[in-house]
């Protein structure tokens, strides 16, 4: 059994920052992808950013520029640095992985967080 914890989320005005964490623990034996994806009221979820062991990043148009995405391998957690936030960034933001669990290395298992809110208010 693998758990997302995700914390960091939260009201924010328009221009300011806040920085999301996501905390891996379970059966793993190692990560490959890690992301955050966010999903807007009346939208479909969409892919902000995503990183893999080695290092390459991904990002949306949308927040390329503003936003930064690391993680700590010996932690197993992924971080979301939002900064310069606008309202239309306002949306439930979800933690993804991609691991091997052990005894399985040749496996690619997904798993989600269960959202944290991020509000922009202008």
């Known amino acids: 059994?693998?758990?997302l914890v995700e914390s960091g989320g939260g009201l924010v005005q328009a221009g300011g920052s806040l920085r999301l964490s996501c905390a891996a623990s379970g059966s793993i034996l190692s990560i490959n992808t890690m992301g955050?994806?966010?999903?807007?009221?009346?939208?479909?979820?969409?892919l902000v950013a995503d990183i893999t062991r080695g290092g390459s990043t991904n990002?949306?148009?949308?927040?390329?520029?503003r936003f930064t995405i690391s993680r700590d391998n010996a932690k197993n957690t992924v971080y979301l640095q939002m900064n310069s936030l606008k309202p239309e960034d306002t949306a439930v933001y979800y933690c993804n992985i991609h691991?091997?669990?052990?005894?399985?290395?040749?496996?690619?298992?997904?798993?989600?967080?269960?959202?944290?809110?991020?509000?922009?208010?202008?």
């Open 1 to 3: 059994q693998v758990q």
């Open 36 to 46: 955050w994806y966010r999903q807007a009221p009346g939208k479909q979820r969409e």
């Open 59 to 65: 990002y949306a148009d949308s927040v390329k520029g």
């Open 99 to 122: 691991y091997s669990p052990y005894g399985f290395s040749f496996r690619d298992l997904e798993v989600w967080g269960q959202g944290t809110l991020v509000t922009v208010s202008s």
